[in-house]
C-alpha cells in the first residue's frame, strides 16, 4: 500500500535563525568576558546580541521564515543573553564583594529574566503589540550592561559602584515582572517614506551617542525604564478623574 502523505519537511530556516545563534554566541561570550575580568567587553557583546535578536525576528516576519522551532531557539538564547548574562557579568563587576546577598540580587535578576520570557511565551498572539507587559528583557539587560559600561570606562568610584548597583540591577528586575505597559515600537514600518528632518535627527541622535556611548545610551535606556511607572501612574491619574466626572455627573 502506498503512502500518499507528503513526508514532512523537518529542516530549520536558516537565515533567521543564524542571526539567533549570533545572539546567543554574544550572550555567551559576554559571560566569558566577565569572568575574565573585562567588563567592557562584556558590556558591549551584551549589546551585540541585542542587535541581533531585533533583526532575527524582523527577517523573519520580511522572508516569511517564522517558525515555532525558531520562536522557542529564540527564547533559549534571549534567556542566556539577557537573564544569565547580565546577572553573571554585573555579579562580577560589582555583586561579588557583597557575600551571599550580592550573588542572591544577580539570582533574582535571573530568576525575574527567566518569568518575563515564560509569561511574554505564554501571551503570543493575544497581547496588545503596541505594548510590552513589563519591561522587556533585552532592555533591562541593557540597563545593566550600560551601567557595567560607564563604571568601567569613567572609573566609578567603589562607593558610588556600590549605592548604585544593587537598586538598578533589583529595580531592573522587578520591572521586567510587572504588570506595566512599555511601547514596543512595533508600530514603525520602517519600509515607508520618512520626511528628511527625520534623517537628520537620526544623525543628530548618532552624533550625541558618540560623544559618551555608556553614559549616553544608560540614560535613554533607564529613561525607558522608567517609562513604564510613569505611563502607568498618568493612566491611574486619568482614570480617578474619569471616575470624579462620572460621579458627578
Not at 549589546?47 to 523573519?60: E, H, S, T, V
Not at 507587559?133 to 559602584?161: H, R
Not at 544623525?203 to 522608567?226: E, K, N, Q
Request: one cysteine or more.
Amino acid at each position: 500500500m502506498i503512502n500518499s502523505e507528503k513526508p514532512q519537511n523537518r529542516g530549520i530556516y536558516l537565515l533567521p535563525n543564524l542571526f539567533t545563534t549570533a545572539g546567543l554566541f554574544a550572550g555567551f561570550y559576554a559571560i566569558v568576558a566577565g569572568i575574565r575580568g573585562d567588563f567592557e567587553t562584556a558590556a558591549i557583546a551584551i549589546f551585540i546580541a541585542m542587535i541581533m535578536d531585533g533583526l532575527d525576528g524582523r527577517i523573519a516576519r520580511m522572508t516569511n521564515t517564522q517558525s515555532a522551532f525558531g520562536a522557542e531557539y529564540d527564547s533559549l538564547a534571549d534567556m542566556v543573553s539577557f537573564g544569565m548574562a547580565p546577572a553573571l557579568v554585573i555579579f562580577q563587576w560589582s555583586l561579588n564583594g557583597m557575600g551571599k546577598f550580592g550573588w542572591m540580587v544577580a539570582f533574582i535578576y535571573a530568576a525575574c529574566g527567566a518569568l518575563r520570557l515564560a509569561r511574554f511565551n505564554t501571551q503570543i498572539g493575544t497581547q496588545d503589540k503596541r505594548y510590552f507587559q513589563g519591561l522587556p528583557s533585552p532592555a533591562a539587560a541593557a540597563i545593566i550592561a550600560c551601567w557595567v559600561w560607564a563604571g568601567t570606562s569613567n572609573d566609578f568610584s567603589e562607593n558610588m559602584i556600590a549605592i548604585f548597583t544593587i537598586p538598578i540591577t533589583f529595580g531592573a528586575a522587578i520591572l521586567m515582572v510587572s504588570s506595566m505597559r512599555y511601547h514596543s515600537f512595533k508600530e514603525l514600518d520602517l519600509r515607508n517614506r520618512v520626511p528628511f528632518v527625520v534623517m537628520l535627527v537620526l544623525v543628530l541622535i548618532f552624533a550625541l551617542v558618540a560623544i559618551d556611548p555608556p553614559t549616553i545610551l544608560f540614560s535613554v535606556f533607564l529613561i525607558y525604564g522608567l517609562s513604564g511607572p510613569v505611563f502607568t501612574l498618568l493612566k491611574l491619574r486619568q482614570h480617578r478623574s474619569e471616575r470624579a466626572q462620572a460621579k458627578e455627573e
